[in-house]
């Protein structure tokens, strides 16, 4: 089993930093289970929309809702977040790396792909998880100390991850 985190600050940088990384895992032939996050900015809101493809070949689902110019506060649609991880759950068989955008506050309340992440675990799959300044407390209490953080360049976290491929063969 091996498990880190990537937190880095600034909005979207560590959707982009996740998805990079799995372009280069996927590149090497690894077998990829998961999610990478693109934001889509809007002119006409303060909030982007958020959509997530599973890994390795889709679907691209939104999961963030409209609630118009003026909302505030959290836009998760949860039904498309739980839509998400059936689909990735429905992938981990023959995965051999498990990418999680977001430890949110959906997982940080034990929901969202908790229970996927932990799957992964038990099968001894590397699992790698993006994470918030906000929600990583949690997730370190989630992970019990086990995750390893890794720093924000794209070689070192995809070599990480082929380290843990190559241990688990």
């Not at 409209?66 to 059936?86: I, S, Y």
């Not at 990418?99 to 799957?119: C, D, H, T, Y």
Request: charge should be negative; proline fraction near 3%.
């Amino acid at each position: 089993m091996r498990l880190a985190h990537i937190s880095i600050t600034g909005r979207g940088e560590t959707d982009r930093f996740l998805a990079a990384v799995a372009e280069r895992l996927e590149r090497a032939g690894v077998r990829l289970a998961g999610t990478v996050q693109t934001n889509i900015a809007r002119a006409d809101r303060t909030r982007c929309d958020m959509d997530l493809r599973v890994l390795p070949d889709g679907p691209v689902l939104r999961i963030s809702e409209d609630r118009g110019a003026a909302a505030r506060g959290c836009m998760l649609d949860h039904g498309a977040l739980e839509q998400t991880v059936a689909e990735v759950a429905r992938r981990l068989d023959g995965a051999e790396v498990l990418v999680v955008n977001k430890f949110g506050k959906a997982e940080a309340e034990g929901r969202g792909l908790v229970p996927v992440i932990s799957e992964a675990l038990e099968r001894g799959m590397t699992v790698l998880v993006g994470v918030n300044g906000l929600n990583l407390p949690l997730y370190l209490d989630f992970s019990g100390g086990l995750s390893e953080a890794l720093p924000a360049v794209e070689a070192t976290a995809a070599d990480w991850c082929l380290q843990g491929v190559a241990n688990h063969a």
